[in-house]
């Protein structure tokens, strides 16, 4: 018998997410951001749930465009950090595949390579990541623009947000500011900036297509309000039994460290799952977990395939019960927020031991 600890993943939400990230771009079409294995959700699974919506998937790697390819599946596929190899420019061309160049020497490769992929260009609005500087795109462009392989391949431009979570940040308007004015010489080209978080900024401008990632899994993009405060619905509800109650007598201590101490009697129970699964081991005593409808409370430090919760506020508990760690009764969110880290961080460090069931 397999460990019943699972993620369990809704495609119906996934879909349910996307179209509400449809909904909040407006006239912009959403390129679906589906890297880093679908934020943990399985990227096979994730393109398939999305193909009759999406027209555009968006991921990190060649290795995750090839997934979606294997899948059958023909939208284009954007490389958000371009080509990492030489090689791999025809490899684009070949599938369908556009890299978003953010470097000269992906541009090299591209001017070297026998097939031409379509292709965008990052521009560097301020993230200071990756992308060229505003005032160097111009030389970039009209020399691209003189050849007309080039010139027909440019899909557009791209850039990325430092702080769209953050509505009271005045970065993100900045950063439009700039990225309007560098790329306004080449107004028939397509344009592209807002993440998550974007799409919930009030009169954000999001162009011709906006880049939902954290948002389709149902998990926040934005400071300070839960996915399902935004609308959204939780893809992934992380489960494990309860393997073991027990009372522990005032002064009782639980766990590596003996860092959590009774201050009454309380009813234990052990939840078979810990860091060697992806749950953190920074969420506390305190942190949000659920059995049987209600919520509980983890107490004392979580181990490498266990932690402890506190059943006082679920009397009826059993070992053998399921215990969400995460899902449609606690937000991951919520535990993010508990672990010091974001949703973002727990939904991609789900580890290969846990099984993903799709419903
Ligand atoms: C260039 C780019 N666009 C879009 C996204 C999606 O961002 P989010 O998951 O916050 O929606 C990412 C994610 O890191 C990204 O790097």
Redesign the pocket.
């Known amino acids: 018998m397999p460990r019943s600890t699972v993620a369990r993943i809704d495609t119906d939400a996934i879909r349910h997410n996307y179209r509400l990230a449809c909904r909040r771009a407006g006239a912009a079409r959403a390129m679906a ?1 589906i ?1 880093a294995d679908g ?1 943990g959700h399985g990227i096979a699974r994730v393109a398939r749930a999305l193909a009759e919506d999406a027209p555009c998937y ?1 991921v ?1 790697s060649l290795e995750e465009a090839l997934a979606v390819r294997n899948e059958g599946l023909t939208q284009p596929v954007v490389l ?1 950090q371009g080509t990492h190899q030489r090689d791999d420019v025809e490899v684009c061309a070949r599938e369908g595949f556009q890299p ?1 160049l953010h470097s000269d020497y992906q541009l090299t490769w591209l001017q070297e390579a026998s097939e031409k992929p379509s292709y965008w260009l990052k521009v560097n609005t301020g993230m200071n990541r990756i992308g060229f500087a505003p005032e160097s795109l111009a030389t970039r462009v009209d020399a691209l623009m003189a050849v007309p392989v080039f010139a027909s391949t440019l899909q557009g431009f ?1 850039t ?1 947000f430092a702080c769209a979570d953050d509505a009271s940040s005045p970065e993100t308007e900045e950063q439009t500011r700039r990225f309007e004015a560098a790329v306004a010489p080449w107004p028939d080209l397509q344009r592209s900036v807002g ?3 974007a799409h919930f900024l009030p009169g954000q401008a999001l162009f011709d297509w906006s ?5 389709l899994y149902g998990a926040s ?1 934005v400071l300070a309000q839960t996915g399902p405060e935004l609308g959204l619905q939780a893809a992934m509800t992380l489960e494990a039994p309860l393997i073991a109650t027990r009372w522990l007598k005032t002064g009782d201590c639980v766990g590596y460290g003996g860092t959590w101490v009774a201050d009454r009697d309380t009813r234990m129970g052990i939840v078979a799952v810990g860091y060697g699964d992806g749950y953190p081991r920074h969420a506390g005593t305190d942190t949000p977990a659920a059995v049987g409808g209600k919520r509980i409370r983890l107490i004392g430090r979580v181990s490498m395939d266990m932690l402890a919760v506190d059943l006082s506020a679920a009397p009826d508990a059993q070992e053998g019960d399921a215990v969400e760690l995460w899902g449609g009764q606690v937000s991951v969110d919520e535990v993010a927020s508990h672990a010091g880290t974001i949703g ?1 961080e727990l939904l991609t460090g789900v580890t290969a031991r846990v099984p993903r069931l799709y419903r």
Do not use: C, D
């Open positions: 951001v890297k934020y968006a990190a958000l978003v791209m990325h993440n998550s978080a880049r939902p990632g954290i948002m993009p973002y």
